[in-house]
């Protein structure tokens, strides 16, 4: 492979939509072993997991590993996709850049494992109610915190490119048209159109929801007798999200939704295609190709 790319995302749902977009442009699915993972990836991924101090660990954080999510590859280029959600995995981030970026070296005589591997590293993150130009600030931030030496003309633009000490660093923001919003504004659409009547019964069914049993009920023994309580705050509902999960269950039983974004066809290959905002995430792509 001549290029490696780290996708950075905020969660599970990017990675998969950003998995389908890269599939409409001819990547398939990199399916190696990790020892078999081009040189020095596949002993990253591996040191990844093994720096991880197991017995400090609660069950819960092992799904929240630093590995990639997916692995896509086309000629000879490599994505690797990761779900390292948004300010608070900041380290794993901080981790990943670090460790990539000894791999450059930064005089005449150094020697590289990769001298002649092109690395980059794609932020995707939602604009939410920052917008884009704000959200590019923050990306812009966290690399100066990591050690990147950025100019101010640097991120002023979304799926800006940038080569910073022999790495290209991108980011690009999902927003509506009024630069505010993120992945479901662009995703849910998609998948209503030609499917509208599905989604609208899964909107009716979803006005059953009741905000009094939101908060989890918790079952526990308390003075010698089992009860149950609800506790905690409450639970945040998400209707965007939860419409693709109703309506994906005619597709994909009982999947979660990274999996009815993966495969079901409410995102085809039309639809891709001519969607003004997946096309500026496959020129975005298209750029470290």
Do not use: M, Y
């Given at each position: 492979m001549q290029k490696i790319v780290f996708v950075l995302c905020e969660g599970p749902h990017d990675v998969a939509f950003l998995y389908r977009i890269l599939k409409t442009i001819g990547f398939k699915n990199y399916t190696e072993k990790i020892k078999d993972f081009p040189p020095p990836i596949n002993d990253f991924i591996v040191?990844?997991?093994k720096q991880i101090d197991i017995n400090e660990m609660k069950l819960d954080d092992i799904r929240n590993r630093p590995i990639p999510s997916e692995a896509v590859f086309k000629d000879e280029s490599l994505f690797l996709l990761y779900s390292v959600h948004g300010d608070s995995k900041k380290?794993?981030?901080?981790?990943?850049?670090?460790?990539?970026?000894q791999w450059i070296p930064y005089d005449s005589d150094g020697i590289s494992p990769l001298e002649s591997i092109n690395l980059s590293v794609l932020y995707f993150f939602d604009a939410d109610q920052k917008g884009i130009l704000r959200r590019l600030d923050e990306v812009k931030q966290e690399l100066a915190e990591f050690g990147c030496p950025i100019s101010p003309d640097y991120f002023r633009q979304n799926g800006s490119i940038h080569i910073i000490n022999k790495i290209t660093y991108g980011a690009y923001i999902f927003a509506k048209d009024d630069?505010?919003?993120k992945l479901e504004d662009i995703l849910v659409p998609m998948m209503k159109a030609d499917n509208q009547e599905i989604f609208d019964k899964a909107t009716e069914y979803l006005q059953l929801k009741d905000d009094s049993r939101l908060k989890k009920l918790e079952i526990k023994k308390e003075n010698g007798e089992i009860t149950e309580v609800r506790t905690g705050d409450k639970m945040k509902f998400d209707l965007p999200k939860s419409e693709i999960c109703?309506?994906?269950?005619?597709?994909?039983?009982g999947k979660s939704n990274?999996?009815?974004i993966k495969d079901c066809d409410y995102l085809n290959l039309e639809k891709i295609r001519n969607s003004r905002k997946c096309q500026e995430i496959t020129e975005f792509f298209k750029k470290i190709l």
């Open positions: 040191s990844s997991v380290p794993v981030r901080k981790g990943i850049i670090e460790k990539i970026s630069d505010k919003g109703v309506a994906g269950q005619l597709q994909n039983s990274v999996v009815i």
